[in-house]
Each structure stands twice: as C-alpha cells, then as structure tokens.
C-alpha cells in the first residue's frame, strides 16, 4: 500500500515560476527521497533529507521536512521545460531494509 | 559506470503464460529491490535482495510471483500464469552499502492481453 499522498496530483506552470509540491507520510522514517520520472519509466534520484534534517538545497531544488506533521515540500526555483516530469517522493522507513515507499507523484508541466 | 539495466524493455503476453523479467545492477550494489508501477500510480514495493537472499519478499502479490538472484548480481522476475492485472512496469533499482539512494533501471513494460 502507498505511505504517503502527493499533493497537487498535477501543476501547470509556465518557465521562470516556482513550483512547490508537498507530500504526507503515515510512519516513521529514516530518510525522505525524492524521485523524477520522465515518460513514465526509470526513476532519477533528486535529493535525501533525513529524519534529523528540516531543510536541503541541491541546485534549483529546496525540499524540507517536518516530522511533526510528517510532511515534506519540494520546491524547484525558475522553473525550465526540460523539468517536466512527475515527481515522487519516497520514505525509507525505519527498520525497513530501506525499502522506499512512494506517494502517487505529482505531474508537473512547466510551459515556454 | 554502466547503470542499472533491465530487459526486455516491452513484454507483451498472453493470458495465463508465464513471463521472466531480468535486471542486471550497478556492479558491485548488494542491494537489489523489485517495484511494480500500473498505469498513473506510484511504485508498489515487491521484493529486496541483500545478495543473493530476499529478507523482504512481503510486497509479492501472489505465490506467481518469485523472483531470484544469482553470483550477487543479475536478479530475475518471475510472473506465472500471468493475468491481466500484472500489466504495468516493472522496475529494479541497485543500491550500494552505506548509502540509501536508489538507482533504477529504465523498466520492463508488460502488457498481458
């Protein structure tokens, strides 16, 4: 069964924009990833937070996390038509042999 | 290095025959861990390999699904008898010791008709 839910389930923009997509989880976690994914096939790794981490940049991207509300937000700055994609994110529950459970993904459009 | 690699890239069966999946890893990633993604969904956890044993084969579906995985490397999916509703994509992802990032291969795309 899915942790977590992703919200919005999609999000149109146009370049230049910030998107911001958040995601819920139900349990504890070692770690938060997330993932991009082209055309519906492999996945790309983005960026890990961990459990005793609030927030991580890596580039263009600002994700945080709360443990309190189990909750974290993706934030990708000026936007480009080449980050289309969907976007998942990924919890590595503790004592889970780091198996990753994924939300249902958001599928960001970024528009010229 | 080379990535993670899966084949074939499309599979499309028959009801009720049986279909192997392959993936060769990153070499020299010990983990190894299978996910299913149906059409608009996100990935489904099916099974891990630390080596060569599956600790974690709770995500399986059905006793039709097995899955193996020889020398500490490549790993096959097993699909028997399939049914309409394993149509999706298959996906394996490698991972090294002492890191938690996912590398995943391109996926198989199964289509039972």
């Known amino acids: 069964s899915q942790q977590g839910e992703e919200d919005p389930q999609a999000l149109s923009i146009q370049e230049g924009e910030n998107a911001t997509m958040n995601c819920s989880y139900k349990?504890?976690?070692?770690?938060l990833q997330w993932y991009r994914q082209n055309s519906g096939r492999g996945l790309v790794h983005l960026i890990l937070?961990?459990?005793?981490?609030r927030e991580k940049h890596s580039g263009r991207l600002r994700v945080t996390l709360d443990t309190s509300k189990k909750s974290s937000s993706l934030l990708i700055t000026a936007s480009r038509a080449a980050d289309t994609a969907s976007y998942f994110c990924?919890?590595?529950?503790?004592?889970?042999?780091?198996?990753?459970?994924f939300g249902a993904g958001t599928r960001l459009a970024v528009h010229p | 290095g080379a990535g993670v690699s899966q084949s074939p890239s499309n599979k499309v069966t028959e009801k009720g025959k049986d279909v192997e999946l392959r993936c060769d890893p990153i070499?020299?990633?010990?983990?190894l861990y299978w996910y299913r993604q149906s059409l608009g969904q996100g990935l489904e956890f099916l099974i891990y390999?630390?080596?060569?044993?599956?600790?974690?084969k709770s995500g399986l579906p059905s006793d039709r699904f097995s899955a193996e995985r020889t020398g500490g490397s490549v790993s096959t999916l097993t699909i028997q008898r399939t049914q309409q509703e394993d149509s999706a994509v298959y996906l394996c992802?490698?991972?090294?010791?002492?890191?938690?990032?996912?590398?995943f291969g391109p996926g198989t795309r199964l289509t039972v008709t």
């Open positions: 992802a490698s991972r090294a010791g002492g890191v938690r990032e996912q590398y």
């Open positions: 349990t504890s976690i070692n770690n």
């Open positions: 390999f630390q080596g060569n044993s599956a600790p974690d």
């Open positions: 937070i961990r459990s005793n981490e």
């Open positions: 990924a919890t590595d529950a503790a004592g889970g042999y780091n198996k990753l459970i």
């Open positions: 070499s020299g990633h010990t983990a």
